[in-house]
């Protein structure tokens, strides 16, 4: 049977100097000469199966300390290293191991500094919200990562461009596409520029949903994308050539700070100019308030998915033709935000959004139905939320695809004037409508006994009180 060779250095050096032993006494005890004692500390040699016997018959250690892996320290240090502000340090993953292994100790403090740090850094971002809530400015602030400037750039701002809209309204008065869009933009896109759209299959395409090669002049589009989807990657492609300059002048007006940025919102502001084109403004706001708000009425009409018409109803606020202010809020079903937006902005400090008691987690165990409920924030104001899973990507049969759902909010002022207020009891205005009591975030929210907690307060001290617990996981005084 051939020898396992292991090189472990280091924890031979930990281990005799635990003892109190030199590298000659040791090399006594195991029979083998000093220097080359010495090259194993170093890694120069391997540890043998018959050392490590020797070393658990002369010193008493345990076989599987000298044969441990270090894969769960380098795992935490890669985290470390990953944060935006190491991004220029990034080590590869034998110096991690070599650091791990020679330092485990030090690796250790390390991770754990690192992980207070991050916690620091999401309690003073959970402060300055409260602050900006109250009205009072902060310039605390985290490093952040190209796409997060994104997110939070189109969070703030209203959801409409009207440029984009106005581009998006003569884009379709020169097409005439009657009930075909997908075909009159597959036309345009072969007589004005030579491109050729083209379906392909998984198999061939297996990392994009859309892909131009410039050299053939053919956009290809994966078959794993809904026709709803399909159309929308190609009104997104003609969208970024005919708007070209309307779109550069939106990207500007951003202010963003990196050339990743403005690539990201460039991608952004074409996913917009395309469902403008896909709904055209005055239809669709008109169809919208005879059909009051019923996406599911608007996503028939306009052959578009329920996150296509959902989503367009966030950008009806053109100056003198507003529809009902809504905004929404797209989960996966791990519980990560990575869409926002609002007619006004989404309201980050009034509805905030990270409350797990929100319908929008609890659509993914009813997948396809549209739950409605009237929620109420911790200072009283309330809302009607919209929530319903999203189909996304079609999976083989051996991959598991993301999955998300959507929810779609506005004031609960409005409820008369949308569909989904008479799923509301007492919704007629008689009495006041039953809501399920929310919260902004755990980490910003003080209601108590709370069952949904998964954080405690940032703004409390936490009950420590042996003699009895509360309901919820995290007591507070």
């Not at 949904?452 to 307060?457: D, H, L, Q, S």
Request: glycine residues 8%; proline residues 6%; hydrophobic residues 45%.
């Amino acid at each position: 049977m051939a020898e396992q060779k292991i090189f472990a250095g280091p924890r031979i050096r930990r281990i005799r100097n635990a003892m109190g032993l030199t590298q000659t006494a040791m090399a006594e005890g195991l029979g083998i000469s000093p220097s080359y004692l010495n090259l194993i500390e170093r890694n120069q040699r391997p540890l043998t199966v018959q050392l490590i016997l020797k070393l658990a018959s002369a010193y008493d250690v345990e076989p599987e300390a000298l044969q441990g892996e270090a894969g769960g320290s380098v795992a935490a240090l890669r985290e470390v290293f990953a944060d935006p502000l190491l991004s220029g340090e990034l080590p590869s993953d034998q110096e991690l191991l070599e650091v791990a292994e020679a330092a485990p100790n030090a690796s250790a403090a390390v991770v754990k500094l690192f992980r207070a740090y991050k916690e620091q850094a999401e309690r003073l971002s959970d402060l300055s919200e409260l602050l900006a809530r109250e009205g009072r400015a902060t310039t605390l602030s985290s490093a952040r990562l190209p796409i997060d400037e994104v997110r939070e750039t189109f969070e703030r701002r209203p959801n409409h461009f009207p440029t984009l809209e106005e581009e998006a309204e003569a884009f379709i008065q020169l097409l005439q596409p009657g009930d075909d869009l997908y075909a009159a933009l597959k036309e345009w896109l072969r007589r004005d520029y030579g491109i050729v759209v083209k379906v392909l299959p998984a198999a061939t395409m297996p990392n994009w949903r859309r892909r131009y090669d410039r050299h053939s002049q053919r956009l290809f589009i994966s078959e794993r994308l809904s026709p709803f989807d399909q159309l929308r990657e190609v009104a997104m492609e003609a969208c970024l050539i005919r708007m070209q300059v309307a779109v550069a002048a939106e990207l500007k007006a951003l202010k963003l700070g990196s050339d990743e940025a403005r690539r990201l919102a460039r991608f952004e502001l074409g996913r917009y100019a395309a469902q403008a084109l896909m709904m055209p403004y005055a239809a669709f706001l008109a169809a919208a308030q005879r059909a009051r708000y019923d996406i599911d009425v608007l996503r028939s009409r306009f052959g578009v998915s329920f996150e296509h018409a959902a989503n367009r109803l966030t950008m009806l606020q053109r100056q003198g033709a507003a529809g009902v202010p809504f905004f929404m809020l797209e989960v996966d079903n791990a519980g990560n935000r990575f869409r926002r937006a609002g007619a006004q902005g989404f309201p980050q400090a009034r509805f905030g959004g990270g409350c797990p008691k929100l319908a929008v987690h609890a659509a993914f165990a009813q997948p396809g139905q549209v739950l409605v409920e009237a929620v109420e924030m911790p200072d009283g104001a309330e809302f009607l939320t919209i929530a319903r899973t999203l189909e996304g990507p079609q999976g083989g049969f051996n991959e598991r695809p993301r999955r998300t759902a959507i929810l779609i909010g506005c004031d609960i002022a409005f409820r008369d004037e949308v569909v989904y207020g008479a799923a509301l009891p007492a919704s007629s205005g008689k009495g006041p409508v039953p809501s399920t009591p929310v919260g902004a975030a755990c980490r910003l929210c003080e209601r108590v006994g709370c069952l949904a907690r998964a954080e405690p307060p940032v703004t409390r001290p936490l009950g420590l009180d042996e003699m009895s617990t509360g309901l919820s996981a995290f007591d507070f005084q």
